[in-house]
């Protein structure tokens, strides 16, 4: 079984930093892309940064220049570092991997449980 696990949410107030981690754990045979997806209330879940296990990244315009994913391949953890946060950021961040398990050849989306932040204003 393959769980992916977020930390790091929380509240922090307009132009500060958090920075998410996410780990990848289980019968993992393969790990290809890894990336973050948020959910306001009321709103569709959006992209906010993907990397690929060769280390091409893609932001959302809105994070761009603020928003920096990286990730440890041989730990098979994802990062997102945001600075410059401001209340729009504010949902429930969302870990996602694509993974190919122990005795498959397929590969599936698996996705973490969610990490609340928040941005006062």
């Known amino acids: 079984q393959v769980q992916l696990v977020e930390s790091g949410g929380g509240l922090v107030q307009a132009g500060g930093s958090l920075r998410l981690s996410c780990a990848a754990s289980?019968?993992?045979?393969?790990?290809?892309?890894m990336g973050w997806y948020r959910q306001a209330p009321g709103k569709q879940r959006e992209m906010v940064a993907t990397i690929t296990s060769g280390g091409t990244i893609k932001y959302a315009d809105s994070v761009k220049g603020r928003f920096t994913i990286s990730r440890d391949n041989a730990k098979n953890t994802v990062y997102l570092q945001m600075n410059t946060l401001r209340p729009e950021d504010t949902a429930v961040y969302y870990c996602?991997?694509?993974?190919?398990?122990?005795?498959?050849?397929?590969?599936?989306?698996?996705w973490g449980q969610g990490t609340q932040v928040t941005v006062s204003s």
């Open positions: 289980g019968s993992i045979v393969s790990l290809d892309t």
């Open positions: 996602n991997g694509l993974v190919r398990p122990a005795l498959t050849l397929r590969w599936y989306d698996y």
